[in-house]
């Protein structure tokens, strides 16, 4: 039986060759558009269609859903989430930026769901399962050459949320504060989404770059190179949602 593999293996090495030299968003997305958000009708600035869209503030996000490096700061702010939405960026901004409380879905988790939740929501804080990170101060047991730890070092090290005395450390607004106070919770979970009209976030800036009209394969690749200058806090994988 002849085989094909390797016929395919020399179609693959076009293929990366081919694309090596494809521009990609720098770090800064100096050459993105971008809109400053305010209220939902600065969505209309974004065009309809599907593409890739990266979401900026200023607003101090402390928490991590993961332990990959972050993008560098940015204009006194971070790029704390970007994804891709293959027909409807403008639709999928608004369920990030505009969600109501009982949303059930969105990659946008920065505020304490406070009802009983019985659909799909990330966990703020558990005693187990997969929860977000915060840093935290910890003394070095045994050293490390290559990292240039010493025994006894004080370093800041990413550490689970498993407590309430670690989830009161998140930016958290007095009525999130009062909630998790005042109950005694084995797990807390984030809201799909946020409002920015609310007084938590008003005060803030939003701003979102986006890139409409790409095909499917352009898309992902500029998502997975660009997730090179780090992992935004608020995603959850290293690729798709």
């Known amino acids: 039986m002849k085989m094909h593999n390797q ?14 030299n494809v521009e990609i968003p720098n770090s800064k997305l100096e050459k993105v558009d971008y809109v400053e958000i305010k209220s939902q009708q600065d969505l209309n600035n974004i065009p309809d269609g599907g593409g890739c869209y990266w979401i900026w503030t200023n607003e101090p996000v402390i928490h991590t859903l993961h332990k990959n ?12 989430y970007n994804g891709i939405a293959k027909d409807d960026v ?14 059930g879905w969105s990659g946008i988790s920065m505020d304490i769901y406070k ?19 915060i840093l935290e101060n910890k003394i070095i047991k045994r050293g490390n ?5 010493t025994k006894g070092d004080n370093v800041k090290v990413l550490s689970p949320i498993k407590t ?4 009161l450390t998140l930016n958290l607004s007095n009525d999130e504060r009062d909630f998790i106070n005042s109950t005694n919770h084995s797990k807390y979970y984030f809201r799909n989404g946020i409002n920015i009209v609310e007084n ?3 005060n803030y800036s939003f701003k979102v770059f986006f890139i409409t009209g790409l095909s499917s394969l352009y898309l992902e690749f500029i998502e997975k190179k660009w997730r090179e200058n780090g992992l935004p806090r608020l995603c959850s994988y ?4």
């Open 7 to 20: 016929h395919w293996i020399n179609q693959e090495k076009k293929f990366l060759k081919a694309i090596k």
């Open 69 to 80: 490096s972050p993008p560098h700061e940015l204009n006194s702010g971070q790029i704390i």
């Open 90 to 103: 403008k639709g999928r901004v608004f369920h990030h930026l505009f969600g109501f409380e009982d949303a």
């Open 115 to 133: 009802n009983n939740s019985q659909s799909h929501r990330k966990k703020a804080m558990s005693a187990s399962g997969k929860v977000p990170y």
């Open 145 to 149: 050459k290559k990292k240039n730890i």
């Open 164 to 167: 309430k005395t670690q989830l």
């Open 200 to 202: 938590k976030h008003k």
């Open 238 to 241: 290293s690729t798709g949602r």
